[in-house]
Structure formats: C-alpha cells, structure tokens
C-alpha cells in the first residue's frame, strides 16, 4: 500500500480553468504533490486543469471525482511557497487570536 504525504487543511478559494470553463472552486487540502477542490462541477477523471499561483501557471490532472469534490494531482509538483499561499486563507484577517502565542506587540526593555 503506497501513502501519500500530509496534507494541510485550508479553504483558499481559487479560479481554476477546466475543459468546462472557468470556475470558482475551494482548496480544502493541498501538498506540493495535489490537492482537493471543493465546489468543482463538470469534470471527470482524467481532465486536465490550469490555474495561476503566485504569478506562475501552475497544471494539475483529475483523479477522481465524487459529487462537487475532486482530487487533483499538480503536473509537476508545486513549489514550497506555492503550498504556503494554499495553506492561508486570502480573505483571513491578521490579527492574533486569543490564547495565541507572539511577539507582535512585546515591549522591549
């Protein structure tokens, strides 16, 4: 049985072009190898996707489909950077969480 590396939790939306046009999917999990899409309709196993990260165009192949899911493998992997964009929410505000461990606001003497 072969496994697959971690995965990191996230809801990054994303427009992504599909043999069926453009849509606005969400990235549920994602590793430098694929990912999952969330909302994705009109697809199959198989189809070959394109979106853009971080200014770089960025291929992906379906590998497998169940309702408005889909799992996707990146052609080639993406890079470390890209992942880290996925992992972050675009619309996520910035601010520390209570009981959140930092060092934003320390004073020092």
């Known amino acids: 049985m072969q496994y697959r590396q971690h995965r990191y ?13 453009p849509q606005k999917v969400t990235v549920s999990d994602v590793n430098a190898t694929g990912a999952r899409l ?11 996707l394109g979106m853009n990260l ?8 379906v590998r497998w489909v169940y309702n408005d899911r889909a799992g ?12 880290d964009t996925l992992r972050h929410r675009r619309d996520a505000r ?14 020092m003497r």
């Open 94 to 107: 910035h601010v520390m969480r209570r009981g959140a461990i930092g060092f934003r606001n320390a004073e």
């Open 38 to 48: 969330s909302g994705i309709r009109n697809i199959k196993r198989g189809d070959k």
């Open 9 to 21: 939790p996230t809801e990054f939306p994303i427009n992504l072009r599909t043999p069926a046009g």
């Open 72 to 83: 996707i493998v990146f052609r080639p992997q993406i890079s470390e950077d890209q992942v």
């Open 54 to 61: 971080l200014s770089h165009h960025v291929e992906a192949v």
